[in-house]
């Protein structure tokens, strides 16, 4: 598995937004996003729920799991995740 805080710093450099605010309590669009393409790439990478919440400013695997669901039906969110899974050279077996 790759190391979550290579994902959350390549989240950071696709979206522009700090690790900090991605990891961060604020709930604006463009934060929210950010996260849920890190949950989702995290999750994609073998990740439980509960570590990814942990990693992402220690919120509830419910929460990541609603994170999850949401970047999943949105398509510029799983382009966005599919692009950042790549730099991060996960295994491809995770992005099927």
């Known amino acids: ?15 522009g937004i700090s690790t900090v605010r991605i990891r961060g309590p604020l709930r604006h669009r463009m934060y929210s996003r950010a996260r849920f393409v890190a949950a989702l790439v995290m999750r994609w990478d ?26 999943t039906h949105d398509l510029d969110l799983l382009a966005q995740a599919a692009d950042i899974a790549v730099r991060c050279d996960l295994e491809r077996s995770a992005l099927t």
Do not use: C, Y
């Not at 790759?2 to 450099?13: E, F, G, L």
């Open 46 to 71: 073998g990740w439980s729920f509960n570590e990814i919440g942990a990693e992402l400013g220690g919120r509830d695997h419910s929460t990541t799991m609603q994170q999850v669901r949401s970047a």
């Open 1 to 15: 598995m790759t190391d979550p805080k290579q994902i959350v710093r390549a989240v950071s450099v696709a979206t």
